[in-house]
Each structure stands twice: as C-alpha cells, then as structure tokens.
C-alpha cells in the first residue's frame, strides 16, 4: 500500500508558469519535507513542516513556496519556474523531527520546463 | 565543507560479485546519525538502515552488511552476491542533532546478468 503519494508522476510546465506538485501520506506523520533532487545530484532539502509550522532551509529561492492544509496533505508551488527547476522533486514524511524519525520517501515528481 | 563524500560515482559489477560502496563523513558532533537509502529507477528512496554515532557494532540484514568506523569515519555499505535488482542509486546520509539530512552525492550501481 502506498503511504506517500506523489502526483502527478511526471509534470510539463512552461517557463514561468506557475506549478503545483501534490504530496500525500497515510501515515498520520507529523512532518512533511519537500526535497529538490538535480539530475546525478543527492536530494536537496527545500523546507519542511512540522503539523502546520513551516521551516524553510536558508538558501531555499523564494520563488519556491508550499502549503500544508491539513496533515495528509503537502503542496509544493512554483511560483515562476525557471529552466534550472527542472528536477525530481521528492516528498517525504516522519513522525518527528527527531534523528531517530526515519523519513519515508514518495516516488518523486519529474518536472521538467520548456 | 563537504559532509559525506561518496567517491565511487558509478560501479558495475556481475551478478553473485560482492560490492562495497564507500561512504566518509565529517561532523564535529559527537552525536550524529548515519543512513544509507536506495533509490531504484522508480525514484524514491528506500530507507535501508540508520546507525548512531555510538553504535559501531556492524550490522548484517541479508545480503547487506555496513561496517561502522569512527577511527576513518567511514560507514560503508557491502552487498554480498550481487543481484540484478540491486542495481540503484546508493546514498549516504548524515544527520546531525536537529539538522536535515544531508546526503552524499550517491553511488550507482549497476549488476549485470
């Protein structure tokens, strides 16, 4: 059974339109990451929620924004995607923020921008 | 500064071949937390295994094994007898107290039949 889902799986944006990539989890966990992944480059943190406080890791553009409506639920908006937004884009979940909170990951969202 | 180096960009191998992928860290925390995850083709990350700083017992899951030494900091990750479906992206991570994750820049490996 799917505990994080990602959708779409595959997204096509134009340069700066505006983008939305949805996360959902089952797992009643209390935080939710989102993660930047570049082509043969490790993920990259881009800010994370715990319940409804938002944390932005420092050198996060802000051009990236989310929202969290309620606990099953995490969005990720692109405000004006550039061609270097192109990226697998991961979701992911823990219970915590703990260093024992293991983070369950989604299958990602390929965006690419033309 | 990098945190986790993984040096190893790709590693092919044949099938039933033992592999060992490397992993060295640098953290001046005495309390920190390691992990490797598994990214196949299909794109998210598998969780294999966390290991805190004050463990250095090695571990065995199978065909896994990590051996933990904080003498080189090192935790690397072997597979014993190889299979087609190991082939994936392998990433080390560290964590340190109440920081993200953060990862190496990953191994891939590839098993041939």
């Known amino acids: 059974d799917a505990m994080v889902i990602q959708n779409p799986r595959y997204q096509v944006t134009q340069f700066g339109k505006p983008v939305t990539l949805s996360c959902s989890q089952t797992?009643?966990?209390?935080?939710m990451y989102w993660y930047q992944q570049k082509s043969s480059q490790a993920p990259k943190l881009l800010f994370h929620y715990y319940d409804k406080d938002f944390n932005n890791e420092a050198d996060t553009p802000d051009n990236f924004q989310s929202r969290r409506p309620n606990t099953s639920f995490c969005f990720l908006d692109i405000r004006s995607p550039g061609l270097g937004d192109a990226a697998m884009y991961l979701c992911a979940t823990s219970r915590g923020t703990g260093n024992l909170d293991e983070q369950y990951f989604g299958p990602g969202t390929r965006l690419t921008v033309t | 500064a990098q945190k986790v180096t993984q040096a190893q960009t790709e590693i092919s191998v044949v099938e039933k071949e033992d592999v060992t992928l490397d992993c060295v860290y640098e953290t001046r925390d005495t309390t920190y937390y390691l992990f490797w995850y598994k990214q196949p083709p299909s794109g998210e990350l598998v969780f294999l295994i966390r290991r805190n700083s004050f463990d250095e017992q090695n571990e065995i899951s199978g065909r896994y094994s990590w051996n933990f030494q904080k003498s080189t900091s090192s935790f690397n990750f072997t597979i014993t007898a190889s299979q087609v479906v190991d082939s994936a992206v392998y990433f080390c991570a560290l964590s340190e107290i109440g920081t993200a994750l953060i990862f190496g820049k990953g191994t891939t490996l590839s098993v041939s039949s």
């Open positions: 797992l009643n966990h209390n935080v």
